[in-house]
């Protein structure tokens, strides 16, 4: 009852007006003293998309996905490359070029004044020479005779290469030298060696034989 009797007469002595505006400060009062609703505590780091192991291409496009909106930084071999903004979904590409031999790819989100931690790092190998492929024995056009129906195929190459006789696989040595057993047919016969490196690089020979038995 004290309450109202105060009210109408504050209504009466100075109107409507002074009330709304009380209403309002304390409204306002209590909204400022709300947390602030859109704040971003943590910026999460970029999630990458896979690449290649290694490669003979130098373009490449990195994509990812991060928070909506975010700027990503996008960051070869310990340098700073690009930048770009993420979607609203929270996609992101950039078009690149690796660098000759290795190649180590991380990238950065930033919101505001937040930056997230490193992403995952991709490590790529880019090669576009050809794999040395020297053949030790037989000699192209050699003649075999009598008990000489299986000869041994023999040659180096370089490291981390595979290669292959007629489709089949060359045992290679730890000094990367390779040798094949090949059973000879009556007449020519062709032989085919391929040698092919991780990034998809290859060399390949070709040279015929003969046999009589």
Same mark, same amino acid.
Do not use: C
């Given at each position: 009852? $004290? ?5 109408? $007469?504050?209504?009466?002595? $100075? ?12 409204? %306002? ?5 709300? +947390? ?12 990458? &998309?896979?690449? +290649?192991?290694? !490669? ?8 990812? *996905? ?11 071999? @310990?340098?700073?490359? @690009? ?16 660098? *000759? %031999? ?31 492929? !020297? ?11 009598? @008990? ?7 040659? !180096? ?8 006789? &007629? %489709? ?6 730890? #000094?990367? #030298?390779?040798?094949?057993? $090949?059973?000879?047919? &009556? %007449?020519? &016969?062709?032989? *085919? ?9 290859? !060399?390949? *020979? ?8």
């Amino acid at each position: 009852i $004290f309450g109202i009797v105060i009210i109408l $007469f504050l209504l009466g002595k $100075f109107g409507l007006p002074l009330l709304i505006n009380l209403s309002l400060f304390l409204s %306002g009062s209590k909204q400022s003293s709300l +947390p602030a609703q859109n704040s971003i505590e943590f910026v999460s780091h970029p999630q990458l &998309n896979p690449l +290649p192991f290694a !490669t003979n291409s130098a373009n490449f496009v990195l994509s990812g *996905k991060s928070l909506p909106d975010a700027t990503i930084d996008f960051y070869l071999n @310990d340098s700073l490359i @690009d930048k770009t903004q993420a979607d609203k979904k929270g996609r992101f590409s950039f078009n690149s070029q690796f660098l *000759k %031999g290795d190649n180590k790819i991380y990238a950065r989100a930033r919101i505001d004044n937040k930056s997230s931690d490193l992403s995952e790092t991709l490590n790529v190998l880019f090669k576009d020479s050809m794999p040395n492929l !020297t053949i030790s024995s037989p000699s192209d056009g050699q003649e075999f005779s009598k @008990d000489q129906n299986e000869i041994n195929i023999s040659g !180096t190459t370089d490291p981390e290469v595979k290669v292959t006789i &007629n %489709g089949f696989w060359a045992v290679i040595d730890q #000094n990367n #030298n390779f040798s094949y057993k $090949f059973k000879l047919q &009556n %007449g020519e &016969n062709v032989v *085919k060696i391929l040698a092919e490196d991780q990034a998809g690089n290859k !060399t390949e *020979k070709e040279m015929k034989v003969k046999y009589s038995s």
